[in-house]
């Protein structure tokens, strides 16, 4: 869809009610996490990852999911997140991948930012999580000052 600005604003004008509702509406939904999440080889909904918000079509979305330290297993592998609709085993609509090219354990940050369109309605997102193996305790390392965070925001007409 072609993105659908705004119109300039000049002093004196009435503001219309087509011009306020092309602006963003901000933050639609928030999901914040403090506790770790032990990895599995099957891809689960990790914690506290799940919000849900109600939908105005014809609009952009962004979404934000964000790991702050994962950890890979300690043999050659990889750590996942997904961003899925509905649950765990719904859509998939963006994926984002920690890879480990060495026999020992590895950390780092994982993000995924995507813009998305939804019919009018209730959605609801969830961040998932898995490893390619156990071996070495792969997980998602949170704290009060590392919080996994998913995150909605309406950013304007589509």
């Known amino acids: 869809m072609a993105i659908n600005p705004n119109t300039d604003f000049t002093s004196g004008a009435v503001l219309t009610a087509d011009q306020m509702n092309r602006l963003p509406r901000g933050v639609m939904a928030r999901g914040v996490s403090s506790a770790d999440y032990t990895l599995t080889t099957t891809l689960a909904q990790a914690t506290g990852m799940s919000v849900t918000f109600t939908a105005v079509a014809?609009?952009?979305y962004l979404v934000t999911y964000y790991e702050a330290q994962a950890q890979t297993p300690s043999v050659l592998g990889n750590t996942t997140i997904e961003l899925r609709q509905?649950?765990?085993?719904?859509t998939q609509l963006a994926q984002a991948v920690l890879v480990n090219e060495t026999a020992a354990i590895d950390q780092g940050n994982l993000m995924i930012v995507k813009t998305l369109t939804f019919t009018a309605g209730s959605v609801?997102?969830?961040?998932?999580?898995k490893t390619s193996s156990t071996t070495g305790g792969p997980s998602l390392i949170r704290s009060g000052n590392r919080e996994a965070l998913l995150?909605?925001?309406?950013?304007g007409p589509a």
């Open 86 to 90: 509905t649950n765990a085993t719904g």
């Open 151 to 155: 995150l909605v925001e309406d950013i």
């Open 58 to 60: 014809n609009r952009y």
């Open 124 to 129: 609801t997102l969830v961040g998932c999580a």
